[in-house]
């Protein structure tokens, strides 16, 4: 797993998300968690699992996105980050808007 480049596109996302072009960011965030990231780097999955739900969520698809943000919120909470604890339930409170 080389995380300099999953983190560099979400990064890049993240951008599509500016641009409201949520679609562009669906499809290359989706392909990036898996057993092995969560594994090796519980914070970065935790990131691309919480950009993918508020990718979906703005492009209007809500399957699985409450339960994404929560698996999010739940590692950074185990890892006791709080700056991301805190953005992670600033989007979940988007969510229940």
Do not use: W
Not at 15 to 26: G, V
Not at 51 to 59: F, G, T
Request: proline share 2%; with cysteine.
């Amino acid at each position: 797993i080389n995380y300099y480049n999953i983190s560099s596109l979400v990064n890049i996302c993240n951008l599509y998300d500016l641009k409201k072009e949520y679609s562009k960011s669906i499809e290359i965030l989706k392909k990036l968690p898996s057993e092995d990231l969560r594994k090796k780097s519980p914070e970065l999955y935790a990131k691309v699992v919480s950009n993918l739900a508020y990718s979906k969520m703005k492009d209007g698809d809500f399957r699985n996105v409450k339960s994404m943000f929560l698996e999010s919120l739940k590692i950074a909470d185990s890892i006791g980050n709080e700056s991301e604890i805190l953005y992670r339930k600033l989007r979940l409170g988007e969510y229940f808007l």
